[in-house]
């Protein structure tokens, strides 16, 4: 069965770095869309960005842009989000996500497969 597996979270001061990998398994890697979102407590879960099957297109929402980067190794079946100059309000779930026919890249409903989440805590 598909598994989408992430690692990487933690607790960071407000300004650091964190990176996240999303390992998968279970499906052909190389031709889906991949996702990460993030949600914290009280709040629904939200897009952070998105890559291409080959990387040719990223997608980040606007509070990340300059921040994050999103990228992939198709070799190695792992989706990664690269953090940089964190922020308390960034702290969440951060959860990677699966799909091969997207229609919006920034739904989470039209996302077909999810990892557990790791989470991401970024004191001030």
């Known amino acids: 069965q598909v598994q989408l597996v992430e690692s990487g979270g933690g607790l960071v001061q407000a300004g650091g770095s964190l990176s996240l990998s999303c390992a998968a398994s279970g499906l052909t890697f190389s031709s889906y869309t991949m996702g990460w979102f993030r949600q914290a407590p009280g709040k629904e879960r939200e897009f952070v960005a998105a890559?291409?099957?080959?990387?040719?297109?990223?997608y980040y929402t606007h509070s990340v842009k300059g921040r994050f980067t999103i990228s992939r190794d198709n070799a190695k079946n792992t989706v990664y989000l690269q953090m940089n100059s964190l922020k308390p309000e960034d702290t969440a779930v951060y959860y990677c996500?699966?799909?091969?026919?997207?229609?919006?890249?920034?739904?989470?409903?039209?996302?077909?497969?999810w990892g557990q989440g790791t989470q991401v805590t970024v004191s001030s």
């Open positions: 996500a699966a799909d091969s026919g997207l229609r919006r890249i920034d739904a989470p409903g039209e996302y077909k497969y």
């Open positions: 890559i291409s099957q080959s990387s040719d297109y990223t």
